[in-house]
């Protein structure tokens, strides 16, 4: 293919076509202010988010970023501070997917909304970041993106401006999310000082240079680990999570626990592993951070999960199941100490490619539950089947394949994370307890997972219910979600040859 | 060392004080004989000396030049009793102010209310620390010299809705508001015409951008006209004029204080010192915005014949003879439309002239 | 000779100066005091209601526009510094010189198009604006 | 291609039905099935197989396809049939066939999505006795139990969520330590590249595992077997793991019981005959003793609890717990009638025990009560229906040409024959007094319900049963009778694919 | 007369843990503003100070990002804390808990 033929700047296409499209939706609001044509706006959204995809996929296919021989090999643009490699386009791949779905199903839901645009705009602007945040190599342009993805989401969860619910989950999303990022940046200091500069792959050259600063270098890498915490909704900054996926819009809610966490775990997997080698780290700070991420690892599932087995709420469960889920992948970070490592990490990535697709689904669903008006409570979906069977079909996939029982790819994802995590724990005996952790939360997930399950296809309606709408965007997302997920299964074998080579790539 | 050695040393920039204020006075008093504290004293002095150069003018502009030019515009004789010409006023309208009665109005916020005056005048002071003024006359000449400017008479708007808030009055409320809204809408402009400056010197620093002015243009008649950046980008000069109107608050845009709507703005509920303070600080603003035209316009100190400081002082006062010749000439215009030609218009100018700029030296070069 | 140790001279004369004249006409000024000449100024009427007035959320708007444009320019002064030794320079041609700020200001310009046009930075609504408000 | 078009056209089939009209959805699913049900036998027609899948055996019908590689660990698509699966697969089609038309009638609510369900089992099933990679196998297993859960749940009696979720719980929690354990399994097996059964089973004949997070081998060989023994005992299950059963039987609709006895209950021992003694040959021989006992002990409790029963599904399910306890003795016998009767009691229970409970349910339709204190001489008013549950009565008891008296037969011969397995002698007889117990409840419920003057508590009319259970019945009647005169149809591809584990076994 | 880097850093850590302390103790939400963009330019304080240490530009030029994002954040802040009081009367961080809408 005729990728090497094109300018080197070019393979970021992916999100600078996402960086075209706000700009376009913005274009189209200063020509027509207040537009409200929902179908021009969303339709322009989800063709520029599947142009991204489309791009991505080609790149990947024709070996952009791929190590070997036959291909184009790892792009780097602008003097290493972007890197364009198969981690990169695996995860923007991801993200332009995500931003489809949701930008589809947002169609519907937010059917007499007054910003149409601005919304619109947000979204893509803050799958921009993401897609820069996939990319980015060094970590100036890492906390660009990082901010770049974070702003429009303040807006986004807040942008029910009416909706009380919506207004305080986006001012806790914003308090966490500014304090957060202004510790990252102080670690992004840190890190500065102690090895004089901010890029990479020079980083780890220099860390040996470090010398008496040693010590800063390990405060600025715990505070890169707490910036990094949040956008990923794992301990210690998860607390914000629930709040923001239950108050904000449910499309956003999806948009955020999927693609901003996928986001912050690729900004994880390459910092941690581009930027601060374990041994030489160690060297200089005398201790091993994949001890952190063991043990944010089992903290984060385990709270998670169990905070979610209490909700009624379902929003929320949904919300604490999705800490749960980060934490399932912070494994991959966990076991890079193995010489395993590369595969953990790619069954991470796995992971959250499946979890991009069912967990997008059901908050979906939700958003479709709170469209009919049926209520947030699971009481409240009771016997929602018999009158929607289609959409509680595809609910039902989502909730068995988040609780990871097969056929669904959920469980595809989780039994290769065990599997290498078992097989890393030869080396690193503490991962057996990752590996326990991850058994018996998946066992206590099914719990509430299939309480939902119960309630919409067992329980009877509380009162009578009049006919439900069938939005066709809504639908039209739910159900293309659900279909992935359900075959996902018999595909994996080119998804995770794509994962593990990344990871690879990264981890060397 | 020795300015002179200094000055043999770097011949490439004439007119560039080689040597600054302090380290002359320095010399002169033999105080660079001691260490860190002969340097803090000789600066002292230094920055003393050039406060008071421009307490006087505007001791000389507030009460007595202000007057005679309108009273010239409306045909009538302004003061003339005391002195020649009436300048003992000054003296006169100084005691006066000072020996008034303050009155604090009540519920106002105290500390705010006495700390706006001080503000709105050093700021303004401050501003005239990187301007060359020639015969070197140049208190300091740090790298950042422009984007130090741009910054410091932005503190003034802070001081200005201080007065505002504190007084607790309903008319020095929107007084302040409008300054501030006033001063964001024309700061943009300002600071990007600014840059299309910078463009040409390669630098923010007041020195440089001094020197980079004085070689020739082209000759006239034998006359040499220097590369003034008034005459290489009339363009951007205008456009900074106007701005610079408005961010000092005169006419046309002086409705932060217009008297037929909010009867005094933000100075409404002010006697004695302070305002005192705070129409010094007006005034000092509008120095100031001459000074910076001056140097980043007009070559600085540049001229012939007559002494750099002396070209310096004409060229400011032309700005403020402007002020006042525009405060006569034109209309007040509207609050809505003040902020609209700033955000519509100017600012939209500002960036067509960067950009114009910008692509014009880059097709010559 | 450090710059900023002269121009911090320079601000404590800026605050010197000020304090000396307020103490000066401290010293020279009467006092009288009397509650009424403290009312507020309010076109020598009796006061009505307090001086924390709602005001227009124009200035809100603008203000937070300002914000933002304003540190956008600051990013642009590093490179209207470096503009004319990227132009000496033979190996960097003008698209890579140029090219940069007028993307930079280009995006600028649909933000500031975008508010122009949704009257972010419009004081008063006109009066067929008003009209089309009122359907 | 054969097996992959078996699952395709039930899946496609399930997802028509899911989305098809209620009215026609039972119909058409019939029809549906009927495909399956044709294919199956065309497959049992057509068998060239030979041996045992899992030692080296000439696969019927095998394909195998590259799918994912983990690590060092390849996972492929891998099914094939051999003589212990091609029986239970035609048993699967056509059980489920006469589950869906005997669901005609109870089932009037919901039906396109019941029947959908129910051809989703169908599929599920076929791919749990055909696949013969972990990966793919597990995934089937699991597949299972979720529309069986909402079978229960949905469609079942009064307590019918409190059953669902029992029903659930125990058999995924057991499911995991399963999975848990083979995982160890192949991890300790050093040199095995992939998940599929037959390498595994070759890997563990060739010396075993040696060792894992400090377990020696055959310490790690005989976790892995307890830990298979256990999760397999659940689905089977054995007491004291039997008490999901008689609820979700009880509460299930009479299809989802059928499916349940007929086919479910034979995953597990299906399970505990491909993992725990095709793999562990001597540790088959080392626990050979304390299996028998709980085998034997489920043969007699189990009877002994449906002696107490007044209900006749439970009757019917503690019945089946006992029966089970006879497959597990003739595992444990380990020798060529032991085993190979127990195989063949899997087909024969999982015919009898649906004729069974399709004949109670048919009763159940018309009287709307299952008490055996509530009627009486229903003979004179459904005669063929109960003349049917009586001929399937003495099927359980083992009477001559009805299939359960070849089964019995075979295992009893085998395990009182057996080598292996010391006390086998004392084991069989024990078993054997099951027998009698069994006898006695039947008897004593048929001739409560079914003798004597016509009487019913609850006000239904009682008529004629309707002509197509009928039908279903009497089919399910043929071929128990078939399989009791001629057993030698399935008999010999058993014992084809037997010989090669119980020669291992003895090696 | 230069000053050694760990001057620097410990004044900027001293402003940081000002700007921790009040995000911590503060219900404002524009104090809390406030103390984040203290925290913001504790990093700025150490990106500069480093950057002389190093002798390289980079920490200048990330903080020139830095203050750019600040005040976008603070933009963004700002009308959240806008709608809040809409909504809420009051900007006290901890008065909205209708969290069950």
């Not at chain 1, 009877?460 to 279909?483: H, S």
Request: aromatic share 12%; charged share 10%; hydrophobic share 55%.
């Amino acid at each position: 293919m005729a990728v090497v033929d094109l300018p080197q700047w070019l393979a970021l296409a992916p999100a600078l076509i996402l960086a075209v499209t706000a700009l376009v939706l913005f274009a189209f609001d200063s020509i027509n202010p207040g537009s409200t044509n929902r179908t021009v706006l969303s339709g322009t959204t989800v063709i520029g988010a599947l142009a991204s995809l489309a791009v991505a996929v080609w790149y990947a296919a024709a070996g952009v970023g791929a190590t070997g021989i036959e291909n184009y090999g790892v792009i780097d643009i602008m003097g290493g501070q972007f890197v364009v490699d198969q981690l990169a386009l695996f995860f923007m791949i991801v993200v332009a997917i995500v931003t489809a779905l949701v930008a589809v199903a947002s169609h519907d839901y937010l059917r007499d909304h007054a910003y149409q645009a601005e919304y619109y705009s947000l979204i893509v602007l803050a799958a921009t970041g993401m897609s820069m945040m996939a990319a980015s190599n060094s970590l100036v342009t890492a906390f660009i993106a990082l901010e770049l993805t974070s702003l429009p989401s303040y807006a986004l969860v807040a942008i029910l401006k009416d909706n009380r619910g919506s207004v305080e989950a986006g001012l806790k999303y914003f308090l966490i999310g500014a304090l957060s990022s202004a510790i990252f940046v102080y670690g992004v200091s840190l890190v500065y000082g102690a090895t004089g500069s901010l890029q990479l792959e020079s980083i780890a050259a220099n860390l040996g240079a470090a010398g008496e600063l040693g010590g800063l270098l390990g405060l600025g890498i715990l505070m890169l680990i707490g910036g990094v915490a949040f956008k990923t909704a794992s301990v210690p900054f998860h607390f914000w999570a629930p709040e923001a996926y239950e108050g904000a819009p449910a499309p956003v809610s999806a948009f955020l626990s999927s693609a901003s966490k996928a986001a912050g775990f690729v900004l994880a997997f390459r910092v941690f592993t581009t930027a601060f080698p374990l041994e030489a780290t160690t060297a200089v700070i005398g201790v091993d951070w994949t001890w952190a991420f063991v043990i944010l690892a089992i903290v984060t599932m385990t709270l998670g999960n169990f905070a979610a087995a209490t909700q009624e709420n379902v929003k929320r469960m949904l919300a604490y199941s999705s800490i749960g889920h980060a934490g399932y992948v912070l494994i991959g970070l966990a076991a890079l100490s193995t010489p395993s490592g590369d595969l953990v990490m790619g069954a991470a990535m796995i992971h959250l490619f499946v979890y991009g697709f069912m967990n997008t689904g059901a908050f979906l669903f939700v958003g479709l539950a709170e469209h009919w008006g049926v209520g947030r409570t699971f009481e409240d979906y009771n016997g929602l089947a018999t009158q929607a069977p289609v959409a509680c079909a595809a609910m039902a996939v989502f909730m068995f394949s988040l609780a990871g029982i097969p056929p669904f790819g959920g469980f595809g994802s989780k039994y290769l994370l065990f599997i290498h995590t078992i097989e890393a724990a030869a080396e690193n005996t503490a991962l057996l307890a990752a590996a326990a952790a991850l058994v018996i939360n998946s066992t206590l997930s099914l719990y509430y997972y299939s309480r939902l399950v119960k309630a919409l296809w067992i329980e009877e309606p509380l009162r009578e219910r009049d006919a439900l709408a069938k939005p066709t965007g809504l639908y039209a997302a739910i159900v293309a979600a659900a279909v992935v997920t359900a075959v996902i299964l018999a595909a994996f074998g080119p998804i995770t040859d794509v994962a593990t080579e990344a990871a690879a790539t990264v981890v060397g | 060392m020795s300015g002179a050695q200094t000055a043999t040393a770097t011949p490439a920039l004439p007119l560039q004080d080689t040597v600054l204020l302090p380290e002359r006075i320095g010399e002169l008093t033999g105080l660079d004989g001691f260490g860190l504290g002969g340097e803090l004293l000789a600066a002292f002095l230094a920055a003393f000396l050039i406060g008071n150069l421009m307490l006087a003018m505007t001791g000389v502009a507030g009460p007595w030049a202000k007057r005679k030019i309108t009273a010239a515009f409306t045909d009538r004789i302004a003061v003339n009793r005391l002195g020649p010409a009436g300048l003992f006023i000054i003296v006169a309208d100084a005691v006066r102010l000072l020996s008034k009665e303050l009155v604090i109005p009540e519920n106002a916020d105290r500390p705010a209310y006495d700390l706006a005056p001080i503000v709105v005048a050093s700021s303004a002071l401050l501003g005239f620390a990187v301007i060359p003024m020639g015969n070197g006359i140049h208190l300091a000449d740090p790298e950042v010299g422009l984007a130090y400017v741009f910054a410091v008479s932005g503190i003034a708007s802070l001081g200005l809705v201080m007065a505002g808030y504190a007084s607790a009055n309903k008319y020095s409320m929107l007084g302040g508001l409008r300054a501030v809204a006033q001063n964001i809408a024309y700061e943009i402009p300002l600071v990007i015409t600014g840059m299309s400056v910078v463009i040409f010197s390669g630098s923010l620093q007041m020195g440089t951008i001094v020197a980079e002015q004085h070689d020739t243009l082209v000759t006239i008649a034998g006359i040499d006209i220097p590369t003034w950046y008034a005459l290489i980008n009339p363009f951007a000069f205008v456009l900074f004029l106007v701005a610079n109107f408005a961010e000092v608050g005169r006419n046309p845009f002086d409705t932060p204080e217009a008297p037929t709507e909010i009867v005094a703005g933000y100075q409404t509920e002010y006697s004695s010192v302070y305002f005192v303070l705070i129409y010094l600080g007006e005034f000092l603003h509008i120095f100031l915005g001459g000074a910076i035209i001056a140097t980043i316009f007009l070559g600085g100190p540049a001229g012939p014949v007559l002494p750099g400081i002396v070209w310096f002082i004409i060229k400011i006062w032309a700005v403020f003879f402007a002020t006042q010749w525009l405060r006569s000439a034109v209309p007040r215009v509207r609050i809505d439309q003040l902020i609209e030609i700033g955000w519509k218009g100017l600012l939209v100018l500002a960036f067509a002239n960067l950009v114009l700029t910008a692509a014009i030296v880059g097709l010559i070069a | 000779m450090n710059d900023w140790i002269a121009i911090g001279a320079l601000a404590l004369v800026g605050v010197l100066i000020p304090l000396g004249m307020m103490s000066v006409s401290s010293l020279l000024r009467p006092t009288v005091p009397e509650t009424s000449k403290r009312a507020t100024y309010e076109s020598g009427e009796v006061p009505t209601g307090g001086t924390r007035i709602r005001f227009n959320i124009q200035y809100y708007m603008v203000a937070l526009l300002f914000v933002v444009f304003d540190i956008e320019t600051v990013l642009l002064f590093p490179w209207a510094v470096a503009y004319q030794d990227a132009l000496e320079s033979p190996e960097i041609s003008l698209v890579r010189a140029l090219g940069p700020m007028l993307l930079f200001v280009g995006i600028l310009l649909v933000g500031l198009a975008w508010a122009w046009r949704t009257g972010a930075v419009q004081w008063a609504r006109t009066a067929d604006q008003l009209e089309a408000d009122r359907q | 291609m054969m097996i992959e078009a078996l699952i395709a056209v039930a899946l496609i089939g399930a997802l028509v039905t899911f989305v098809a009209p209620n009215r026609i959805a039972g119909k058409l699913a019939f029809a549906i099935s009927l495909v399956p049900a044709a294919l199956s036998l065309w497959l049992f027609a057509a068998f060239d197989g030979s041996g045992n899948a899992l030692r080296s055996g000439e696969l019927a019908f095998e394909s195998q396809a590259a799918w994912l590689e983990i690590g060092d660990y390849s996972i492929s698509w891998f099914v094939g049939l051999d003589g212990i699966s091609l029986p239970l697969v035609v048993l699967t089609t056509i059980l489920c066939t006469l589950a869906i038309v005997s669901s005609w009638t109870p089932i009037d609510e919901r039906q396109s999505q019941f029947y959908g369900l129910i051809l989703f089992i169908e599929a599920m099933l076929i791919g749990v006795f055909s696949a013969l990679d972990f990966f793919l196998w597990f995934v089937f297993w699991e597949a299972v139990l979720i529309p069986m859960y909402l079978l229960i749940g949905i469609w079942g009696g009064p307590r019918r969520k409190y059953a669902a979720i029992k029903f659930f719980v125990y058999t995924n929690v057991a499911s995991l330590v399963m999975f848990g354990s083979f995982v160890a399994l192949v991890f300790g097996l050093g040199d095995v590249t992939s998940f599929a059964l037959p390498e595994v089973a070759t890997a563990m004949l060739e010396g075993g595992p040696n060792g894992l997070f400090g377990l020696s081998g055959t310490t790690l060989a005989s976790v892995v077997f307890i830990g298979l023994f256990l999760g397999f005992a659940v689905k089977v299950p054995i007491v004291p793991f039997h008490t999901w059963l008689p609820d979700a039987h009880v509460e299930a609709p009479t299809p989802a019981s059928i499916l349940l006895a007929g086919v479910l209950l034979k995953m597990g021992t299906y399970a505990l005959l491909r993992f725990n003694f095709t793999m562990f040959p001597d540790q088959v021989e080392t626990y050979a003793v304390p299996i028998a006992a709980i085998a034997v002990i489920s043969v007699i409790y189990g009877a002994m609890l449906a002696l107490a029963q007044t209900d006749l599904k439970r009757i019917v399910a503690y019945s089946s717990v006992s029966s089970m306890g006879y497959v597990i003795l003739g595992l444990v016998a380990y020798t060529q009638f032991g085993v190979g009767g127990a195989t063949f009691q899997m087909i024969s229970h999982g015919l009898i025990s649906g004729l069974m409970f399709m004949a109670v349910g048919v009763i159940y339709n018309a009287t709307h009560t299952r008490m055996v204190t509530d009627m009486s001489g229903l003979a004179d008013r459904m005669p063929i229906a109960v003349g049917v549950l009586i001929a399937g009565a003495f099927g359980y008891m083992g009477l001559p040409l009805m299939s359960g008296f070849a089964a019995e037969y075979f295992i009893f011969f085998g395990s009182f024959g057996s080598e292996m397995l010391s006390y086998s002698a004392l084991f069989t007889s024990l078993a054997m007094f099951g027998i009698v117990i069994v006898a006695g409840y039947l008897l004593f419920a048929l001739q409560r319900t079914v003798f004597g003057p016509y009487r019913l508590e609850t006000d239904y009319e009682v008529g004629r049963a309707p002509a197509h259970d009928v039908a279903s019945l009497i089919v399910l009647l043929g071929l128990v009778v078939l399989l009791g005169v001629a057993p030698d149809l399935i008999f010999d591809m058993i014992t084809d694919a037997i010989d090669p584990i119980v020669q291992g076994g003895d090696l | 007369m230069t000053v050694d880097v760990q001057y620097y850093v410990l004044l900027s850590m001293a402003v940081f843990c000002i700007g921790l302390f009040g995000v911590l103790t503060r219900r404002n939400a524009l104090l809390f503003l406030m103390s984040v963009e203290l925290m913001l330019n504790a990093a700025n304080i150490n990106l500069i100070a480093f950057a002389f240490y190093h002798g390289n530009l980079t920490g200048q030029l990330f903080a020139l990002f830095t203050m750019a994002l600040a005040a976008a954040e603070v933009a963004v802040g700002l009308g959240i804390i806008l709608v809040l009081y809409r909504n809420f009367r009051d900007v006290d961080v901890t008065v909205p808990t209708t969290m069950r809408w």
